[in-house]
Every structure is written in C-alpha cells, then in structure tokens.
C-alpha cells in the first residue's frame, strides 16, 4: 500500500509554453522514467462517485475538505492498476492506493467491492465500508497526457497535463481506443507543482517564470461539468 501527503499548487498555461519550462527543468531534475522519448505518457481513471454525486457536488461548493475515489492505469496497460483514496484538505493532498489485479478492477467496475474484505489492508477494509455505505458507483472516465520531472528528495514533482477528455460510460475502461469528449481545449495545460514538506530554492527559481494565478482545478469535476 502506498501512503503519500504532500503539498499540491496548480496553475493553467499555454501547451506552446511546456518546452520553455521543460528545458529549464531537465537541467535541474530528473524526467520520469514513464516519460516516452521526450514526451509524456497517457493517464486513464475511472473516478466513483455516490447516487447523488456527493464529491462532485462538493467540488462545486467549493469545500475545503473533500476526497475522491478513483482506478487508473497507464498507457492503456493492465500490468499496473491502482485504487487510489485522495483526500484533499486545503493545499494539502493525501493519496493512499492499492494494486489491483485486473479482474478485481473489472469486479469494481461491475459495482462489486466485496474481494476488498478478502485484502489484507485496512484501507481496502476501510474502502469497502465507506463505499457500500455511502453507495459509491463508477461513474467517469477521465483521461489526459502527462509530462513529468521528479526529485527524490521531499517527493518533488512537476508535472504537465495535457488533452483532458473523458467518457460517462465506465464499461469502456480497459478498451484499447475508447470514443472520448474533448473538455479542455487543446492550447490548455495544467502545470502541477507537488512537494513534502518545502520547494528547494533553485526549483522555486526556476517556476518563478510562471507568472500565472494558481487555480482549484480538479480533472473529475470539470468533465462532469462538461457533461451535464
């Protein structure tokens, strides 16, 4: 089980200025080993979400305490496949996932959690009580293409996520070439500056060139929106 909190800010760019602060950052930090020849990789997550669609409906309220409940893969591959709980209270983020095997993803995605009580983990135990409790269903595919550069050291991330587009049909999951709905448009990236703790000084340098406004900008709720 993976048990990650950290500091997240976000702000809106343009795509055009990706190479500026990519140039400027592969000289200071790692590139994710996802990374494809340069670019980025795809990530695709099924978010859950109650009958009455509480989490989304608590993003549009704005409250500073609130979690999401989300699958994802990479890539449209099946050999990695995470169930991540996130809770987010101020700028603060809170992830803890576990691994899947596909076919407890595909029992998830048929609205079965029962095999989480067969998980030696509290948090799959946890899961399945808050879920079945609060009738949580899937409910949204959302998919996007990152690009990502990483310290080591206070779990520093910086991560570039473009093309958001997603799908309110959870059955079409693990499907090689899924039929998505554009919701951003395409000159918009999110830029993500993630960290534990502090932003080391000459990383801080670096993204002092964005001069942009941060932003609330969540992924599931926007492709909701855009839905409805």
């Known amino acids: 089980m993976l048990d990650v909190s950290r500091k997240e800010l976000k702000y809106i760019i343009g795509t055009d200025e990706i190479y500026l602060y990519k140039s400027k950052l592969e000289k200071i930090m790692d590139a994710d080993p996802h990374n494809r020849d340069g670019g980025g990789y795809t990530i695709r997550s099924l978010y859950f979400d109650t009958f009455h669609d509480n989490d989304y409906m608590e993003k549009l309220d704005g409250l500073d305490k609130r979690q999401k409940i989300r699958m994802r ?6 050999n990695i496949i995470k169930l991540e ?13 576990l691994s899947l095997s596909l076919e407890e993803a595909e029992s998830m995605i048929d609205g079965d959690y029962t095999f989480l009580l067969e998980r030696p983990e509290h948090l799959a135990h946890g899961l399945y009580t808050f879920m079945c409790t609060k009738g949580y269903v899937p409910k949204c595919i959302v998919e996007y293409d990152r690009m990502a550069f990483m310290n080591q050291f206070n779990d520093i991330r910086i991560t570039f996520d473009m093309n958001l587009r997603a799908l309110e049909d959870p059955s079409q999951f693990f499907k090689d070439d899924i039929e998505t709905y554009r919701v ?19 990383i ?25």
């Open 204 to 228: 801080k340098q670096t993204l002092d060139i964005v001069d942009k406004p941060r932003v609330s900008n969540s992924k599931y709720g926007r492709s909701r929106s855009f839905a409805k």
């Open 184 to 202: 951003a448009d395409p000159s918009e990236t999110t830029m993500e500056v993630k960290y534990n703790g502090f932003l080391f000084s000459y």
């Open 73 to 78: 893969i990479y890539d449209g591959q099946t």
């Open 85 to 97: 709980l996130k809770a987010k209270e101020g700028d603060f983020q809170r992830k803890r996932s």
